[in-house]
């Protein structure tokens, strides 16, 4: 590579001072991303008593807390069935003091029909009317123990775009059963 050199001689070095005018306007971050669709997909079931399903509810107050009003959010819960317990709403200021007693409450007890909690999620997402610039995903916590009568193997559910992440609470997490990779 030959690199050029130029003497004072080749090019004058004088002393200019330029003046620029710069606005900067700042935004909201809320303006900044698009909307969040998120569905919880929580795991109520039997194995999830005590310190799993205490775990659970922190983890749910602490997404609820980071949540913006342009984002919306739905919780599924599933045991040997799966429920629906909020509908997609708004991260407003009533829908949190809503969410914040439904969390508290959840209690665990039954089996486990991981699958029947991604096909509620999975269909809560699918019955938006409003889709236009917001992300869908699924959030599916659970310790991932099959347990008792289920619809079948978690892991052959096809989300289609939806992204899902999963989060084991617990030791003994059985991780094949959470690596649904989507």
Partial sequence: MNIPTYSKKDVALTADSVTAVVEIKATSSTAVREGLDLVAVVDVSGSMRGHKIESVKKALQFVI????????LSIVTFESSAKRLTKLRAMTQDFRG???????????????????????GLAVLADRTFTESR?????????????GKT???????????VSVYTFGFGHGTDHQVCMYNC
């Fill in 98 to 120: 809503e969410l914040d007693g439904i969390v508290k409450s959840l209690i665990a007890n039954g089996g486990t029909d991981i699958k029947a909690g991604l096909d509620l």
């Fill in 135 to 147: 992300t869908a995903n699924i959030f599916l916590m659970s310790d991932g123990k099959l347990e």
């Fill in 65 to 72: 807390m980071k949540l913006t009003p342009v984002d919306r």
């Fill in 151 to 161: 619809s079948g193997d978690p892991t052959q559910v096809n989300p289609g775009e």
